[in-house]
C-alpha cells in the first residue's frame, strides 16, 4: 500500500510531533530524552554564533524543540505567539478581537 499515513498505521501508537515553522512542518523524534538532546545542543551550540557553520538561529529552533517537553518554555512560545499575532492584526488594520 503506497501513500499511508501514521493514522493508518498501528491504532496504539502515539501521534507524531511536529514543529510547524514559516509554513513547514517539521517531524520530531518519538522519544523525549531525544527530543531533549536535540534541543539542548541546538541551543548550547547557537550561543557560539559567531563561529563559522553555527548560527544565532540555531537558538530560537532549540527552544522551539524544547518547548514541547518543557512547559515554561512552552508558556513562553505561546506567549511570544499571542503577543506576535496581535501586532499582525494591528499592522494590518484589523482590529485585535478576530473579527
Known sequence: MTGTTEKDGDRNSLPRRRIRLFGRTMPLPHSRPVRMTIGT?????????FLP?????????????????????RRRRRRL???????RRRRNGANGNGR
Not at 53 to 73: C, E, I, K, R, Y
Request: no cysteine.
Open 81 to 87: 505567539e499571542v503577543w506576535w499575532e496581535k501586532r
Open 41 to 49: 545542543l541546538l541551543v548550547v551550540f547557537g550561543m557560539f554564533g
Open 53 to 73: 557553520v553555527l548560527g544565532f538561529w540555531m537558538v530560537p529552533l532549540g527552544l522551539l524543540v524544547l518547548s514541547h517537553d518543557l512547559a515554561w518554555v
